[in-house]
């Protein structure tokens, strides 16, 4: 993408692999080289090796957390003499500590799971060289393309309650095909609920993550983020075998879940 400096270099530090190769994956894309550390010790050791102009740092690490290895990381910006932005990026669950972050001395927070235009909102805003002026025309005729998009929807749809009709817009670019996103969602809540809910009764958490996984990104896409970021922590807590919070978690999601379909009913999808 023009508006970034392609000659910068991301050091990505995640415990966990598949999110370090995820955010590599979308950095590529921008056209941004990487290096990936799976613990705070190894976050530190690169650091000392290589030259980076920006760091994504997960906050829980079983070894050393993120604001421990952030600590040590402003000590080798001050031996440098050259301060690097590192950004905290954590799940739906540490959004209330986002000031603690920022307080901590966090250039910015990301949310997991992460939106590539948040992404790309970082980039441009912490790599070196980012056009930010070009960046700021391109968000407002955006902007206005999704105000324009918003006025031809029914005032039934704007109205759902935890339904925000603009993220669909951006993901679904027109009125019309997100009225199409939106009876696709609808028309899969009720066959998707009873399959969560009879993976989660025989203790199937493979499956059971598949399916929640599947709920996050299409609700995502719909606008129902709430519910989104619900399924994405039931996925996360899947993947981890966190049963304690799925056994808590999952009938309340479920709840939530087919509440949509009544509300989406309702307004005549």
Do not use: W
């Amino acid at each position: 993408m023009e508006n970034i400096n392609t000659g910068s270099r991301v050091l990505i530090v995640d415990d966990m692999r598949v999110n370090c190769m995820i955010l590599s994956s979308m950095l590529y894309s921008h056209g941004v080289s990487s290096d990936m550390a799976e613990s705070g010790r190894e976050c530190i050791e690169l650091f000392k090796k290589n030259h980076y102009d920006l760091i994504l740092m997960d906050h829980r690490m079983p070894d050393i957390d993120g604001v421990d290895t952030f600590v040590q990381l402003k000590s080798l910006f001050e031996e440098n003499g050259r301060e690097v932005p590192v950004v905290c990026h954590t799940t739906e669950a540490g959004r209330e500590n986002i000031n603690l972050y920022k307080a901590a001395g966090f250039a910015d927070v990301l949310i997991k799971p992460i939106d590539p235009k948040e992404l790309l909102r970082i980039l441009m805003t912490y790599l070196p060289g980012a056009n930010t002026d070009r960046d700021r025309e391109n968000e407002a005729l955006e902007k206005k393309h999704v105000e324009e998009e918003l006025a031809k929807l029914p005032e039934s749809i704007q109205n759902i309650e935890g339904l925000d009709p603009a993220v669909g817009i951006v993901s679904s670019d027109t009125a019309e095909d997100y009225l199409d996103v939106l009876r696709i969602f609808a028309g899969s809540i009720m066959t998707k609920a009873a399959e969560i809910e009879d993976y989660f009764n025989k203790g199937d958490y493979d499956n059971f993550t598949i399916k929640v996984h599947s709920v996050s990104s299409m609700s995502r896409i719909a606008g129902a983020v709430g519910l989104s970021d619900e399924a994405a922590l039931l996925e996360n807590a899947g993947k981890e075998r966190d049963i304690d919070y799925i056994q808590e978690k999952t009938p309340v999601f479920l709840t939530h879940y087919r509440e949509y379909h009544d509300r989406l009913k309702n307004a005549n999808l």
